[in-house]
């Protein structure tokens, strides 16, 4: 079993993949691959499994109904569990609510969002014994205010993402996503952390990247233009289906 110690050992040594499983299925088929060190249990299911807009109006319970049974298929990749929105807003809150995630779902770490305004509390949840894993850069649990654009173009924003990138690490956490980061400054900040920086639409720069199991198989509906797709899942779904309604048994 990959811990998060084994991720900090990587910094450096091995390009860290992480992908997402929301499900005891996937969750199996991608751990058995051998080659995934961790497996998010994204909010991103609220959009991909459910049909939402976004990420924020997924429910806390519906998460860790997920995160057990990805917890019951993985033998051997990480289990991350991505705290979803208004779980973390302060730090007696998250605190509650990442005991009530443990004890329910029995996963290895939480995924925070948020850079200085979170530290302190991804330093609270560290203390408690639970690794964290960091966000920083464009942060989907707030897009009504940012929007969906790339982050630190600007000498302002690159400093502000920057100064993010640093409080988490101080914090405690084992690693960080970057998420649609400038790959120059993406690159700036691996260098300068001692921690991992995982990539998504970050360049190729970071120590790991991750992304959504349904976008690389080419089984999501609306596939975002950064990410590129191994497979057509989604067509092959709709062809075996065809050929079964056409089957005379």
Known sequence: MITALD?????NKKKIICITAYNYLFAKLVDEVG???????GDSMNEVLFGERNTTTIPLDVMIWC???VRKAVKNSMVVFDMPFGTFYTKEVAMENVVKIIKETDVDAVKIEGGKDKAEIIEAIVKMGIP???HIGLLPQRVRITGYKKQGKTEESASIITEDAVAVENGGAFSVVLEAVDENLAEKITQRLSIPTIGIASGKKCDGKIAVLEDILGLSLNTPKHIRSYDKVAERVIEAVKRYAADDV
């Open 67 to 69: 995160a057990r049974s």
């Open 7 to 11: 991720i900090l050992s990587y910094k």
């Open 132 to 134: 964290v894993m960091g």
């Open 35 to 41: 080659l995934v060190d961790i497996i998010l249990v």
